[in-house]
């Protein structure tokens, strides 16, 4: 069985308008602080204990975007003989550098500030006016509005102490244990997205077993730019 793991201000649900082949096969979790649950948000290797321990003995795959692919590496970390496959999407194995570190701390604190102060509504227009987000401008009105509306569905206290616990600046470097995985590892990245093109030909430098594929004329989210596409990789 394969784990599906979603990106910030996500859902589950996502997984299945992307790739609904899957859901015979695959477990597809709302991430701490997401979805209506009030699930206590932990540190970051904290979470990834109670998801690892809750999970079934069939899940053995293991597939992450942005911010659940930083969750798909902590779990490879925590027990990197529990999952023969794994597929990384647009995902940062974590920062290196001090200063980054501490830059990308002061970046989340704003926008926990948004969340707190503004409301989700705010947040939501912010956090999609991005230059990340730029390549989906041209994507239809019914997708972005069908992303809006869940996104603003979310809890703002969940997403804020998501960021607050699970966000770049927090998480561990899982570089190494990244490079030490025993498992097939997937690495998918779109050709538009130039920041994390970077950090998969890293990854692919460090790593060179990895397979790496690079989505022409996607930007960072595939599962919204091109779900066909991603879903024929997947199945």
Same mark, same amino acid.
């Given at each position: 069985?394969?784990?599906? #793991?979603?990106?910030?201000?996500?859902?589950?649900?996502?997984?299945? +308008?992307?790739?609904? %082949?899957?859901?015979? $096969?695959?477990? +597809?979790?709302?991430?701490?602080?997401?979805?209506? =649950?009030?699930?206590?948000?932990?540190? /970051?290797?904290?979470?990834?204990?109670?998801?690892?321990?809750?999970?079934?003995?069939?899940? =053995?795959?293991?597939?992450?975007?942005?911010?659940?692919? !930083? /969750?798909?590496?902590?779990?490879m970390?925590?027990? @990197?003989? %529990? /999952?023969?496959?794994?597929?990384?999407?647009? +995902?940062?194995?974590? #920062?290196?550098?001090?200063?980054?570190?501490?830059?990308?701390?002061?970046?989340? %604190?704003?926008?926990?500030?948004?969340? !707190?102060?503004?409301?989700i509504?705010? /947040?939501?227009?912010?956090?999609?006016?991005?230059?990340? *987000?730029?390549?989906?401008?041209?994507?239809?009105?019914?997708?972005? &509005?069908?992303? !809006?509306?869940?996104?603003?569905?979310? $809890?703002?206290?969940g997403?804020?102490?998501?960021? &607050?616990?699970?966000?770049?600046g927090?998480?561990?470097?899982?570089?190494? @244990?990244?490079?030490? *995985?025993?498992?097939?590892?997937?690495?998918?990245?779109?050709?538009?997205? +130039? !920041? *994390?093109?970077?950090?998969?030909?890293d990854v692919?430098?460090?790593?060179?077993?990895?397979?790496?594929?690079? #989505?022409?004329?996607?930007?960072?989210?595939?599962?919204?730019?091109?779900? &066909?596409?991603?879903?024929?990789?997947?199945?």
């Amino acid at each position: 069985m394969i784990l599906l #793991l979603h990106g910030f201000t996500g859902s589950g649900e996502d997984w299945w +308008a992307c790739c609904p %082949r899957l859901k015979e $096969r695959a477990l +597809a979790i709302d991430l701490p602080g997401h979805g209506v =649950d009030s699930v206590p948000v932990r540190p /970051f290797q904290d979470s990834i204990g109670d998801i690892l321990d809750a999970l079934p003995d069939s899940v =053995d795959e293991i597939v992450g975007y942005s911010l659940g692919g !930083r /969750f798909a590496l902590g779990l490879m970390a925590l027990d @990197p003989k %529990r /999952f023969r496959r794994a597929t990384i999407i647009s +995902a940062h194995p974590g #920062l290196e550098d001090g200063s980054q570190r501490a830059d990308r701390l002061a970046g989340d %604190r704003a926008w926990i500030r948004r969340l !707190r102060d503004d409301g989700i509504d705010a /947040f939501v227009e912010a956090w999609e006016s991005q230059p990340l *987000f730029a390549t989906q401008a041209g994507l239809p009105t019914a997708v972005l &509005e069908r992303q !809006r509306r869940r996104r603003s569905g979310q $809890r703002p206290a969940g997403l804020a102490a998501s960021l &607050e616990q699970h966000g770049l600046g927090r998480m561990p470097s899982l570089w190494e @244990p990244l490079t030490a *995985f025993p498992g097939t590892l997937t690495w998918i990245v779109g050709a538009s997205d +130039a !920041r *994390f093109l970077a950090i998969a030909r890293d990854v692919v430098r460090r790593r060179p077993a990895t397979r790496l594929h690079v #989505l022409p004329d996607v930007g960072h989210n595939p599962l919204l730019e091109c779900p &066909e596409i991603l879903s024929d990789l997947l199945v």
